[in-house]
């Protein structure tokens, strides 16, 4: 899993549009990583940054790991977004079967997540 430093708060972009932070997540993403991802997107969110998880290459996503995503979304502040771009099959199958597709919603691939955010200037590393 590739993370974005969080180390400065995201400041909003020059036409006052939030920063989304974009977390590109590889291969199958299990119970082990589940700590980390929580801790990651607290932060982004404690910050009022949008995020967009990045799965175009992640072929798995774990119900726990899913879960940490619905609880993201779930807790993010009123108009500040947490959306997932280019989920494989299996990832939207783990969805749809834990029902995190109605806390989560899901584009085609990053630029369309990042637009649907309204952010014109992600912060990706």
Known sequence: ?????LHRPAPAGPDGARTAMVLALTGDVG??????????????IDR???????????????????EVLAEAARAAGPGQRVVLAAPSPLVRAALEVTGADSDLRTYADRDAALLAC???????R
Do not use: E, H, K, Q
Request: glycine share 6%; proline share 4%; hydrophobic share 40%.
């Open 1 to 5: 899993m590739r993370t974005t430093s």
């Open 31 to 44: 119970i082990a990583m589940a700590d980390r991802l929580r801790r990651y997107l607290d932060g982004v």
């Open 48 to 66: 009022g940054c949008d995020v967009v998880v990045d799965c175009a290459r992640t072929r798995l996503v774990d119900g726990v790991c899913v």
């Open 118 to 124: 309204d952010s014109p200037s992600p912060a990706v």
